[in-house]
């Protein structure tokens, strides 16, 4: 009954987390372009400014994680806890120096790539506790998380329409402060013992970045089929304020856009849950990588705003399966010594594609048009969901 009651209040507590996350990263990245936008800043401008935080979240994820992978004591809390604090710092910089521009966008810069990096740490964070034996649902509260993303990207679709882009840094600034508020409250897993007969494997020093790329050939190459995706995906989202704009429409009909994704992220991960009785993770992988494309073709057909809301249907079998079959892929895959390296690694892939999206996509709007950038970034994706269909393994146990 105790166990019970002590997995009860980390999975609520892990939710919030998990919704705080999602609120900021919406307030930060994904409005990136609109506050940015504002200051002066053309598409390409944008694109090297987001590609740059991708860059440098990209070079911080493998370091910190073969920290975390060598150390005794858990050390994951405190990576979270400190990265969000910096943040906060960042954010306040934000506010106190208006009418500086470039400025701005470094801080801007910095304050994503440290909300990039903590993605891997805040999935590590729940892999730790369901290792040591307490039920914690992972796919439940990733939920939650895509639900506090949809009821962000509404508010600040509203917000960013009624009080303008000076009152996005103060949305994101209260969703630090609570994530280090939440993150702290935290008891450590190690302090928890084994709730369960979960078995304490034997200490194997972790592989360095090279050797982990070569053990796991692959899945490197399902790391360079998940950047291609990722690629294609951040060249939709980051520029989604020049898709809508050229349909006529502005901020509202982003956030509005946005929302539709989030909220179906919530009974997509549900779906997952049941699908994942049926299927192995590394098949769910490969079809949520089928409906990324079909979402990126989708928004390219659109020729109005209602085609649009339609595309981020997909998001039901695209990203909300990704997610939690990534995860738990990658965790039942590689050895206790390679799991958080492994989860960093999958985020890292992740974070290129932002930077091959953000630059690809500002270029190629200000030097072709948004559906020229749309078409390639179709084709992208599409080669992306070949090399996840070919080198996705076919695990030994079920997720």
């Known amino acids: 009954m105790e166990h019970r009651k002590i997995s009860l209040g980390l999975n609520i507590k892990y939710g919030v987390m998990q919704a705080l996350y999602w609120m900021g990263f919406v307030a930060t990245y994904n409005y990136a372009a609109y506050y940015l936008s504002d200051k002066g800043f053309n598409s390409s401008d944008i694109g090297l400014i987001l590609a740059f935080a991708n860059i440098f979240a990209a070079l911080l994820q493998p370091p910190i994680a073969a920290y975390a992978d060598r150390a005794l004591k858990s050390k994951l809390k405190s990576i979270i806890w400190i990265l969000s604090l910096a943040n906060i710092a960042l954010t306040v910089l934000i506010l106190v120096i208006k009418g500086h521009p470039y400025l701005t966008a470094i801080f801007l810069m910095l304050i994503i790539s440290f909300i990039l990096t903590l993605h891997s740490f805040i999935n590590s964070f729940a892999m730790e506790y369901a290792n040591k034996g307490i039920q914690l649902n992972f796919t439940i509260t990733r939920a939650v998380g895509s639900l506090g993303a949809a009821l962000s990207s509404l508010g600040m679709g509203f917000i960013a329409s009624r009080f303008g882009p000076e009152a996005i840094p103060l949305t994101y600034l209260v969703m630090f402060i609570l994530i280090v508020a939440v993150v702290i409250s935290f008891k450590p897993a190690d302090k928890f013992g084994t709730l369960s ?194 080198f996705t393994e076919k695990e030994k146990v079920t997720c």
């Not at 020093?205 to 190459?221: D, S």
């Not at 704009?245 to 009909?253: I, K, P, V």
């Not at 946005?258 to 909220?263: E, P, R, V």
């Not at 039942?332 to 390679?338: H, Q, S, T």
Request: proline share 4%; charged share 10%.
């Open 197 to 390: 007969d979960v078995e304490k494997p034997a200490y194997i020093p972790p592989t360095g970045a090279l050797k982990f790329l070569w053990k796991y050939k692959k899945f490197a190459g399902l790391l360079l089929g998940a950047t291609l995706i990722f690629s294609s995906y951040n060249m939709v989202i980051n520029f989604m304020i020049n898709i809508v704009e050229r349909l006529g429409y502005g901020t509202a009909e982003m956030g509005t856009a946005l929302a539709i994704a989030g909220f179906l992220e919530v009974p997509g991960m549900a779906l997952y849950i049941i699908l994942v009785k049926k299927r192995k993770c590394s098949t769910l992988l490969q079809l949520s990588s089928v409906f990324f494309t079909l979402k990126t073709l989708a928004v390219f057909l659109s020729g109005n705003i209602y085609h649009v809301y339609a595309a981020h249907i997909t998001q039901l079998l695209s990203f909300a399966i990704f997610v939690p079959a990534s995860v738990y892929y990658i965790n039942n895959l590689m050895p206790a010594n390679d799991k958080i390296k492994g989860q960093a690694y999958m985020t890292t892939t992740i974070t290129l594609g932002g930077v091959i999206g953000s630059l690809l996509g500002g270029t190629l709007i200000d030097a072709l048009s948004v559906p020229s950038m749309l078409l390639i970034a179709t084709i992208i994706s599409a080669l992306g969901t070949l090399f996840m269909i070919i």
